[in-house]
């Protein structure tokens, strides 16, 4: 499969160990780039540029995202990125700032 937004391919048969439902409880277990566990409210650094659908620049590697909000699913992050609004991203392009 291949995300539409950032072109990132995967196996959707493929277990990760980004996104994870822990065993006795609900709480979603994200991790970031260097693996440490996120939370929501955390704040992230990018580690690299990330390309933006229809928008004429990248958001650069080192740009704070403040307040994330962790949901399941692929892009595991939602958050709102300064200068380009809501976004959706991956816990594999972040790491805990």
């Known amino acids: 499969m291949m995300c539409p937004e950032c072109s990132h ?18 709480t979603l277990l994200v991790k970031d780039a260097n693996g440490n566990v996120l939370q929501d409210g955390d704040t992230v650094v990018l580690i690299k540029d990330l390309p933006v659908k229809g928008a004429l620049r990248p958001i650069k590697a080192g740009t704070k995202v403040k307040n994330i909000k962790l949901t399941s699913g692929d892009h595991n992050i939602d958050c709102k990125v300064e200068g380009f609004g809501a976004m959706a991203l991956k816990s594999i392009y972040v790491k805990k700032g």
């Open 9 to 26: 391919e995967w196996n959707p048969e493929e277990v990760t160990e980004t996104t994870s439902v822990a065993n006795d409880t609900d």
